[in-house]
Nanobody
Framework: VQLQASGGGSVQAGGSLRLSCAASGSFLRIEFMSWHRQGPGEEREKVAV???????WYEQSVKDRFTISRDYAKNTIWLQMDNLKPEDSAIYYC?????????????????WGQGTQVTVSS
């Protein structure tokens, strides 16, 4: 299973960016898909989550500015980031909780995409 993230870049404060993350490989289904970020000298934090049922969760500081969405058929998620602030600057990572196995046994693994840099200047 591979996750391919893209869409990072540099914008001025107040601008927008849209990140995408596509999962590929052999698996039964994907449960949660998430976006995380890690700023310089900071720990990685979860930013947004979308479940297989379409339920979403956002970290408080990005609520009302970021929107996570998902195409279940394409195993792809997006993170629409609006009204970006300098403190949103970080490397953004996507992750997926993937169910693998067969009819006899299922098991879950977490996979991560490579990071994509987001830089917001004031």
């Amino acid at each position: 299973v591979q996750l391919q993230a893209s869409g990072g870049g540099s914008v001025q404060a107040g601008g927008s960016l849209r990140l995408s993350c596509a999962a590929s490989g052999s698996f039964l289904r994907i449960e949660f898909m998430s976006w995380h970020r890690q700023g310089p000298g900071e720990e990685r934090e979860k930013v947004a989550v979308i479940t297989s049922a379409g339920v979403t969760w956002y970290e408080q500081s990005v609520k009302d500015r970021f929107t996570i969405s998902r195409d279940y058929a394409k195993n792809t998620i997006w993170l629409q980031m609006d009204n970006l602030k300098p403190e949103d600057s970080a490397i953004y990572y996507c992750s997926a909780e993937v169910v693998e196995g067969d009819d006899l046994e299922e098991y879950e693994n977490d996979y991560w995409g490579q990071g994509t840099q987001v830089t917001v200047s004031s």
